[in-house]
């Protein structure tokens, strides 16, 4: 399989540390809102590789935080811990808001079909660990202390931006978000590993530490929960692109410094979903939730597949035309499914050939629009039904867009509606009325037809023969 590296920027073939277990760790959700649909396009995403990596053969072994302390409102280690700017939004505790909004996103994931994480650790379980890095850090001289909390000391790495060949000044915490300096920060890209001084006293969440009574930055969580749970070394690390920096970069700057080797092999970032106003953000207060596409009348599979349509490496612009435009294919193609009888047997050498078309979309690069269109290339091919049916069956392993569950619901309420519909008695004077209409007797005919009418029938002649309907 080759993956973009963000670390290297270029395509590269996957090779895990170990074939038998590949080592996953995503970025979870800050838990101090709804997500909306754009943090779910990266966990769709993300899905899909999960599900494309054990469907290649990989064991995976995948790992995600719950945020629900230390996200400061800027990613500059500014501004108040945005699970207090929750709780205090809707006057509950913390813990009630990370327990609802983390409930909240679970069950948007279900709708969407992205499986749940093999690990999820919200990050108030871990303080120990936190304190355990960050004390060697300070030991290594990684880190030191300034007005009360600790800071990682980034004149200490050999090179800061992992990631980006972008100008150093656009990517300067403080002048990227606008927001003031600290003024305890050696380096402007120090970041806190452990607050104990902030200027938000009534901090909900505080633990005792070496340092003094306080919390952790958000970037220490996502170091110690992936090597709790996966060890010193890690196979792929996702998230948002936004993510990359100032993120993801911490969190290299300490996890290398920790272990003093090399950490993670590969940096899978998803682009955002943007609205015609840029960036769909939690922050900006306005954004579409699950529920309300579900509420507007779309089933969440429209918009899974809306993702699929595009690259993950692209930005995704969000319409509701767009959306519209997906509800509709997704319906066409349900209802073509729907057509597929199961007869025949399993032609195993059209299911191999129709498979590696599949298989090489998920091989270059997760290119999931040309794994829909395989599905597309199954539904033409010269084969049996049950080839058609077992390669769908196959290839939504990954899609995980509910194809034959839906095409069966689709051929049950077609049948329900044709049951209702049925009454022996109108089917009788229909042909009576054609009978009429063959041997040229037309008054016979329109008198059918007015009775019919008049008991609430409507006739529908086509070149197959005339049909009913209540109106
Ligand atoms: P948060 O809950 O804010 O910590 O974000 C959860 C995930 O969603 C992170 O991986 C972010 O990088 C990602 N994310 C945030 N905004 C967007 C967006 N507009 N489009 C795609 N992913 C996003
Ligand atoms: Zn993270």
Known sequence: ???????????????????????????????????????????????VLEKSLRYLGYPVKRVMNITDVGHLASDADTGEDKMLKGAKREHKSVMEIAKFYTDAFFSDCDKLNIKRPDVVEPATNCIDEYIHMVQTLLDKGKAYLAGGNVYFDTSTLEKYYVFNDHDEEDLAVGVREGVEEDTNKKNKNDFVLWFTKSKFEDQALKWDSPWGVGYPGWHIECSCISMKHLGEDLDIHAGGIDNAFPHHTNEIAQSESYLGHKWCNYWFHVHHLNTDTGKMSKSKGEFLTVSLLEQKGYD????????????????????????????????????????LKSEGSVDEEAFQQLKQRFVGALNGDLNTSVAVTAVYDVLKAKCSDATKLALIQDFDQ??????????????????????????????????ARTAAKKAKNFGEADRIRDELKARGIEIIDTPQGSKWRRV
């Open 300 to 339: 969440p599979m429209a918009y899974r597949l809306f993702c699929l349509q595009s690259h993950y490496r692209r930005n995704l612009v969000f319409s509701w035309e767009n959306l519209d435009n997906a509800a509709m294919t997704y319906e066409k193609l349900i209802a073509r499914i729907a057509g």
């Open 398 to 431: 990954v899609l995980s867009l509910n194809l034959l569950q839906a095409a069966q619901a689709l051929r049950e309420k077609q049948a329900a509606e044709a049951e209702a519909q049925a009454d022996p008695e109108i089917d009788a004077l229909v042909a």
């Open 1 to 47: 399989m080759y993956l973009y590296n963000s670390l290297s920027h270029k395509k590269e073939l996957f090779v895990p540390n170990d074939p038998n277990l590949v080592k996953m760790y995503t970025c979870g959700p800050t838990v101090y809102h709804y997500a909306h649909i754009g943090n779910l396009r990266t966990y769709i995403m993300e899905d």
